[in-house]
């Protein structure tokens, strides 16, 4: 029996690909069971056994009392290798309307070739195996240009099946006539978008993730891993569990916990960014105008596809964790995807004028207690001198002092990221890409300098007034609407103390014509 060939070994920098010869050197004590935990498919997420080697060579094989028979590599054998047909594509499935006692779901269908069809075409979304009645719509509930999200009830099921009317054969490369659903025994969400994440996909440390399993968690201490139940529902016979789950380090307790949901914990997620020629990108499209695309792919990837198949060139890249490629685009619709055991990331390419615009990047900026900050020039420094800044995409902060680079900071797309210690004369900018999205300078304001004293007194009291203060006579000045309330008294201008020449006396300050910071002084005292 040849050995399997895509067995995983759990390192300091995660699941790493291994050999049986490798392995056996590792341990070569006998046989490995599967529930050692020690050697992990990537293609079924399933421990495998490494054999002791007393008949033949060592090797790696599935064991027969496995939960699923379904491993491509059981079933195909060890010359089984990746292909990403169109029908291999899980549409979108988000979680939304979270509460302490209900949610519900959602299908986004991509973009497809609808335009030309008539109004009489129409989509049937069914849960597969139930006598549910089926979700239709219309054409004109779908959008033309983007992903159109539609509801399917609050019941999860497995599997949907999805068929149309008064269609063509077409649009299955876009929409697969079924839909990979809710696996009862543990789904992952991404808790900010709702996101379904797909069978064997990454996440990351400090991210949170909606969990959602028929039944319970019976085992919720874990070293590195955050639960928190959010409710418990009945559906039917059944009983569903909903958690927050989020890994606090990376480490292998952590990153068995997601492996029991299909998920691997990770550092370096898989992406696929389009990087050249000019561009418009949406969810799961790409509108371009050339014969090309070049396209960064990031993270644990075993296979780049195209479909219809076309040429992809790698291009020489030096980078350990991105890989560089060029996509000859043959038709109009072009579909690329980047996985491991199936596709983890895809897009269409659409060729057409590029009349639209891009999405703009969202940025939240908040003081320490959730205010939102405007961006611009300002002479208030925030509450504890700190902001909170996170984006929809990965960035950068750039912090500048009197217009000079003095820092740099990540900024992970839906992560949130604090800068303290901020000060006057600095500023601060989001840069996503090449582009300036947001961006604070701490100005402190500037003081009044004026030599004649006439025009000070003039310029104190104006000052006064539009700081809520109500003036009560020719030489008294009382501060109303503040939160300490006084009394300051301007002595008359010609007024001179013997020992205080040239000096004139608001309160407890008194501001000398040499210091410029005089009238800041008595705003302070108010």
């Not at 303290?420 to 601060?428: D, I, M, Q, R, T």
Request: aromatic share 12%; hydrophobic share 35%.
């Amino acid at each position: 029996m040849a050995s399997l060939t895509h067995v995983c070994m759990w390192s300091d920098n995660g699941w790493k690909r291994i050999t049986a010869e490798q392995a056996a050197r590792l341990h070569p004590g006998g046989t490995v069971s599967a529930h050692s935990g020690l050697f992990m498919c990537e293609l079924c997420g399933q421990y495998v056994i490494l054999t002791d080697g007393d008949i033949r060579i060592r090797y790696f094989k599935h064991s027969a009392y496995e939960k699923s028979k379904d491993c491509p590599e059981r079933t195909f054998g060890a010359g089984y290798s990746i292909s990403y047909g169109s029908q291999e594509h899980d549409l979108p499935i988000r979680i939304t309307n979270v509460s302490s006692s209900s949610f519900s779901f959602e299908v986004g269908l991509i973009r497809a070739p609808i335009s030309s069809l008539g109004k009489d075409f129409c989509i049937e979304i069914k849960p597969k195996g139930a006598f549910d009645i089926p979700y239709v719509y219309t054409k004109e509930r779908l959008n033309y240009d983007s992903i159109t999200y539609l509801p399917i009830g609050e019941r999860p099921f497995e599997k949907y099946t999805l068929s149309f009317q008064n269609g063509n054969d077409k649009l299955r490369e876009f929409w697969p006539a079924e839909i990979k659903g809710i696996d009862p025994e543990g789904t992952l969400f991404e808790k900010v978008s709702g996101k379904k994440l797909s069978y064997d996909a990454d996440v990351e440390i400090g991210k949170e993730y909606y969990l959602l399993k028929r039944g319970y968690i019976y085992r919720k201490s874990f070293s590195s891993v955050r639960i928190q139940e959010i409710m418990q529902k009945r559906i039917g016979w059944e009983t569903w569990s909903l958690y927050v789950v989020s890994a606090s380090a990376f480490n292998e307790d952590a990153a068995r916990f997601y492996l029991d949901f299909h998920c691997r914990l990770t550092d370096h997620p898989v992406s696929l960014q389009p990087v050249w020629p000019l561009f418009v990108e949406g969810n799961y499209i790409v509108k371009h105008n050339q014969n090309s695309m070049y396209m960064l792919i990031e993270g644990n990837v075993a296979a780049v596809k195209t479909f219809p198949s076309v040429t992809v060139r790698q291009l020489d890249y030096n980078s350990s964790q991105s890989k560089l490629y060029e996509v000859f685009c043959s038709g109009r619709q072009q579909l690329i995807s980047a996985g491991r055991t199936q596709a983890l990331q895809y897009t269409y390419l659409w060729k057409e004028p590029l009349d639209q615009v891009g999405l703009h990047p969202e940025v939240s900026v908040t003081d320490i207690a959730g205010a939102e900050v405007d961006p611009g020039e300002t002479d208030t420094l925030p509450h504890d001198k700190t902001l909170r800044f996170k984006s929809t995409f990965d960035g950068e902060l750039i912090i500048f002092n009197n217009n000079r680079v003095v820092d740099k900071r990540k900024l992970s797309a839906d992560k949130y990221i604090e800068l303290n210690g901020l000060s006057y004369g600095l500023g601060v900018q989001v840069v996503i890409g090449l582009d300036v999205i947001w961006q604070i300078d701490f100005k402190k304001q500037q003081p009044i300098v004026v030599n004649d004293e006439i025009e000070m007194l003039k310029r104190i009291t104006n000052i006064l007034k539009q700081s809520g203060c109500e003036i009560t006579a020719d030489s008294e000045i009382t501060a109303t609407g503040r939160r300490i309330k006084k009394k300051i008294v301007i002595y008359p201008a010609m007024w001179v103390e013997p020992h205080a020449t040239n000096t004139i006396f608001v309160s407890d300050a008194y501001i000398k014509y040499a210091k410029p910071y005089a009238v800041q002084k008595i705003l302070d005292n108010i």
